[in-house]
């Protein structure tokens, strides 16, 4: 079957096309075009719902024929037309599902409706080297940050979750206080090659608690009460020194937090998925720490880490074939702006 993904949930138009597997092979992913708003919302320091709504509306159809083109596919050939459903800004899911249900009904196709975290939590599986189940999972993005225990498709339990800001947002906050501009994460990085890590002793909340939850809220303003400390002393602000240990300090918490999780679950694979799985600290010290224990470490291709219509299309065609969801006829234009990823129906 081919199945046609598009993603609006957020700040980035995706569509991707994916064919499934024959027996029990993997889907292979065809084409997938992708545009970013950052560059939009940059001027305003985050992201403006009303603004992105709009953004979908103008880039979505010219992603979709860019995308049949590259596969060489015509539209007709599309077996089932799959959307974000949620979570997400309201306005932006509501555009992929208009699309994706004007689509449908055009082609006389069903539509089905997929979460976004599973779609980042699946994305691994368009990587060469895709994992097994089961695994523990480490999904770190701009919005959550939750540990799970995955047996299979449309089977995850919630092992642990920030109680908080999302390790992504912990990213982008204190970037923005270091003046590094929206979203802060991929530039706090690139700044912290060149800082000491341990020049700052950072808090790292609930490291050491019995359970499985993080908590971010307090590292930014850790930061801000040293940036004020600094700037009253009137010297230059050493902004790569704070960069390199606030990204330690966030490091260092997932990681031990993952290693906890494996522990407790007895698995032997980690999948780590997310914006924040792009981060390279993070990827060096958890392939240190899981080779060390003979765990097996996967992570998405680094261009979809971030939000991408690859992991939707993709999380869509193994719905399909492991049979845990029919797609729809109704074309009911239906979105879940909040939607916990462990509420979601087998
Ligand atoms: P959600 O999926 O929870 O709704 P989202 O879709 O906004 O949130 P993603 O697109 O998965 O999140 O990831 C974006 C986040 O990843 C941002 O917070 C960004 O700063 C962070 N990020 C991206 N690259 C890096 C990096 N190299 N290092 C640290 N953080 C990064
Ligand atoms: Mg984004
Ligand atoms: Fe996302």
Redesign the pocket.
């Known amino acids: 079957k081919l199945v046609l993904g598009i993603e609006s949930?957020?700040d980035e138009t995706g569509v991707a096309l994916v064919r499934s597997g024959a027996g029990g092979a993997l889907p292979t992913l065809l084409a997938h075009a992708l545009h970013s708003q950052v560059q939009m919302h940059q001027a305003y320091g985050g992201v403006v719902p009303e603004l992105a709504s709009r953004d979908h509306i103008r880039r979505v159809l010219p992603l979709l024929r860019q995308v049949l083109t590259e596969a060489d596919v015509p539209l007709t050939d599309v077996d089932v037309v799959a959307y974000t459903r949620g979570?997400?800004l309201a306005g932006a899911l509501l555009v992929g599902a208009g699309v994706a249900c004007a689509l449908g009904a055009a082609l006389a196709r069903p539509v089905l409706g997929v979460h976004?975290?599973e779609g980042?939590l699946l994305s691994p599986f368009l990587s060469a080297d895709a994992p097994q189940f089961p695994f523990v999972a480490l999904l770190v993005?701009?919005?959550?940050t939750q540990l799970m225990r995955v047996d299979g498709v449309g089977r995850y339990e919630l092992l642990g979750e920030t109680i908080d800001d999302?390790a992504?947002?912990a990213?982008?906050k204190t970037a923005k206080l270091l003046g590094l501009g929206y979203?802060?994460?991929?530039a706090?990085?690139r700044l912290a090659e060149y800082g000491d890590p341990e020049a700052f002793k950072l808090p790292r909340p609930l490291l050491h608690s019995p359970n499985l939850d993080f908590s971010f809220a307090g590292l930014k303003t850790a930061v801000l009460t040293q940036a004020r400390k600094l700037e009253s002393a009137v010297c230059e602000l050493p902004r790569a020194d704070l960069a390199a240990s606030t990204q330690a300090a966030i490091v260092e918490v997932l990681l031990k937090k993952s290693l906890k999780a494996l522990q407790a679950t007895g698995l032997k694979r980690l999948v780590v998925a997310?914006?924040?799985g792009?981060?390279q600290q993070l990827r060096i010290q958890l392939n240190a720490a899981c080779q060390a224990r003979g765990v097996r470490v996967h992570y998405p291709e680094l261009e979809l880490?971030?939000?991408n219509g690859a992991m939707i299309a993709m999380a869509a065609a193994m719905r399909l074939q492991a049979g845990v969801q029919q797609p729809r006829s109704d074309y009911a234009f239906d979105v879940r702006p909040r939607w916990p990823l462990d509420a979601i129906d087998a």
């Open positions: 949930s957020c979570p997400g976004h975290l980042h993005s701009g919005g959550h999302a992504g947002e990213f982008d979203p802060g994460g991929p706090l990085a997310g914006g924040v792009a981060n880490c971030t939000d």
